[in-house]
């Protein structure tokens, strides 16, 4: 209430909603008399009006009239309005039965009085939102006589919004409630024939997609407002839209968004993972709320895709603090820079460390003591691996074991490995090392405080030197753009999407488990290519050519997400299964381990390459 009376928008409000409930009580006399009130009547409405006025100002105030914002006028607020009216008549029909019993008094005036208030303090509350939300048709008032409702209404991007569905509204709504945001709706489309013809907040329904080359308004930018569309509708709405010419963007599927709210602010442009079918994630958010709520957690790699996007849903779930830690300074700093803008509220603490360095790394352990550690650090990129061995050895092998090592020392509750699909008989170092990683990690659960567990996927949209981006800086460039083979085949899942069933796996893991996320089916890469060409509006083999250039080495044609000897495991999550493997003698895995470390120092290419061999039979390097 304190802040409420400092606020000089109340006293306006007050000022005003007391002048309406003088004029309705006027208004009520002069209409039960037709114009003219007896001098008995006019004395009667003197007396009153001094104790009826500042009664109902006092009920609208006890009904919460006055915490909403004129701006804002919602349903809720006319309810109150109605119910704070009724309460008032009610309260002064008590009070002059009382003092007067109701002599003289006209039960008329007092119905009156109360209808003429609804329409009153309702009516200027509705008024006020329709100037500030310019949301009257621009043919409904003459602009020669209303100027304020059209002064910058041509100024504004028309808008035509694809779904009119749940997300279309809100969208909608923050539009017509913000009018700092420039966009002006012109209509809806929607394929359910039931809506055409309705209105949403004042905005028609015009018709189906289909439609969209043929409608008879003008519109100069579309929306496609429908997150919760397979991607093949996607890919047909995206076609529709690309052929009239005119941007087109769309909104976030609700898994990507942090808060869960669609807003203005995350309209986007087409992305390629929205052309992909997959099914929205379902969580479980109680249990990772128990796993991560009011825990230290520290996330390695923490400034690349996967790890960052790890922070930013453990964000949701209120831990007590996060420690980032990447060996690289510009992702540790745009990491640290996003979360001062948007999570500010999330107490972080950074590390630039190598995590090579055990005695850094072990500083802070120290200092930091988390109880939760996600090990996303890794060398990833395949090619750039097999000319530098040593390095891929050191940083995913070493790394890991410095890492787990610590973990045991400082009784981590749980250590989870982000691992990759590249470790499914793996025909590369990259792959080979991360198969490695895995095996230890799991070698390791059982003999300690720490439970362990590691999570194994494929590839993600957009990630830092993935195909996508490549593709993008190609296409930007004027082409071509350049495929290894017609035939190759990738699992893709969004960055989002993997970072949610990486922090669920982690909260179901009891210790042991390699899990892995249901990654869909395999993408053929040139398909890909050349729905990112028709995405930036161009079309592939005319526009942008695309190249052949022959597989890399150590590069497979189909990726695997199992390997022989592995069998599968349902668990209470429908897209996330647990490998069931043959389990390797302890001692003698961590003699090998120790042995390929010791090569690896030395730098013989040849050299780590048999030894991996040795430690995963399995893995085929390119001859």
């Known amino acids: 209430m304190k802040h409420l009376l400092r606020n000089k928008n109340f006293w306006v409000i007050l000022v005003t909603d007391t002048g309406l409930v003088c ?38 105030a006890w009904v919460g009239l006055y915490r909403g914002m004129w701006r804002y006028t919602s349903i809720g607020d006319l309810i109150n309005i109605i119910k704070g009216t009724v309460i008032a008549a009610g309260a002064v029909a008590l009070v002059l039965v009382l003092v007067r019993r109701f002599d003289g008094f006209s039960r008329s005036v007092l119905i009156l009085d109360a209808l003429i208030t609804m329409v009153l303090v309702g009516g200027i509350r509705l008024l006020i939102r329709v100037y500030i939300q310019r949301t009257i048709p621009a043919s409904f008032f003459n602009p020669a006589f209303f100027p304020f409702f059209n002064a910058d209404r041509e100024k504004r991007t028309r808008l035509l919004i694809v779904g009119a569905g749940d997300a279309a509204e809100k969208m909608l709504r923050e539009i017509l409630d913000n009018p700092r945001i420039h966009y002006r709706p012109v209509g809806f489309l929607d394929d359910n024939p039931r809506k055409r013809g309705q209105t949403i907040h004042g905005v028609p329904v015009l018709g189906a997609i289909e439609e969209i080359e043929t409608l008879p308004i003008q519109f100069d930018e579309i929306l496609i407002a429908i997150p919760s569309a397979p991607g093949d509708v996607m890919r047909r709405v995206v076609e529709l839209c690309d052929r009239t010419g005119k941007r087109f963007r769309t909104i976030p599927k609700i898994n990507e968004l942090i808060e869960g709210r669609i807003t203005v602010n995350a309209i986007r442009e087409v992305r390629l993972e929205d052309l992909v079918n997959r099914q929205e994630v379902r969580l479980d958010p109680e ?107 050191l940083n995913n092998v070493l790394g890991t074991r410095n890492l787990v090592d610590l973990a045991v020392e400082s009784e981590v509750e749980r250590f989870v490995l982000v691992s990759t699909d590249k470790a499914v008989r793996p025909t590369n170092v990259m792959g080979a090392t991360k198969r490695v990683a895995e095996l230890f990690v799991e070698n390791m659960n059982g003999k300690q405080v720490t439970r362990f567990v590691a999570v194994r996927f494929g590839n993600v949209f957009s990630s830092s030197g993935s195909a996508i981006p490549i593709f993008q800086e190609q296409i930007a460039s004027g082409g071509p753009v350049t495929v290894t083979h017609p035939d190759v085949r990738r699992y893709f899942m969004s960055i989002p999407e993997a970072a949610q069933l990486i922090l669920q796996a982690g909260a179901m893991g009891e210790g042991g488990e390699i899990f892995i996320l249901d990654m869909g089916e395999p993408i053929r890469i040139v398909d890909m290519a050349r729905d990112l060409i028709r995405l930036h509006g161009l079309e592939p083999d005319r526009d942008i050519a695309i190249e052949f250039t022959g597989l890399r080495p150590g590069e497979k ?20 299964m647990v490998l069931r493997g043959k389990t390797l003698d302890g001692a003698t895995l961590l003699a090998k381990i120790e042995a390929l470390l010791t090569i690896a120092k030395q730098g013989d290419g040849d050299a780590i390459r048999k030894k991996l061999r040795d430690i995963v039979p399995e893995y085929a390097p390119p001859s």
């Open 287 to 393: 249990r990772i709320s128990r796993f991560l709520c009011g825990k230290r957690i520290l996330v390695t790699g923490a400034g690349g895709s996967i790890g960052s996007e790890l922070v930013r849903q453990i964000s949701r779930f209120q831990p007590q603090v996060v420690g980032l830690l990447d060996f690289s300074e510009l992702n540790l700093f745009l990491i640290e820079q996003e979360f001062q803008r948007r999570l500010c509220s999330l107490p972080t603490v950074s590390f630039l460390t190598d995590i090579r360095d055990r005695e850094a790394l072990k500083a802070v352990m120290e200092r930091f003591r988390p109880h939760i550690l996600f090990h996303a650090a890794a060398y990833k990129h395949v090619p750039m691996q097999e000319r530098h061995p040593r390095e891929a050895v």
């Open 23 to 60: 004029l309705s009580c006027l208004l009520a006399y002069l209409i039960r008399f037709e114009g003219g009130i007896p001098p008995e009547q006019l004395d009667l409405l003197m007396q009153t009006l001094p104790w009826i006025v500042p009664l109902k100002i006092a009920i609208f």
């Open 557 to 576: 044609l189909h990726e695997e997400l199992i390997t022989y000897g592995e069998g599968i495991v349902p668990t209470t999550h429908e897209k996330i």
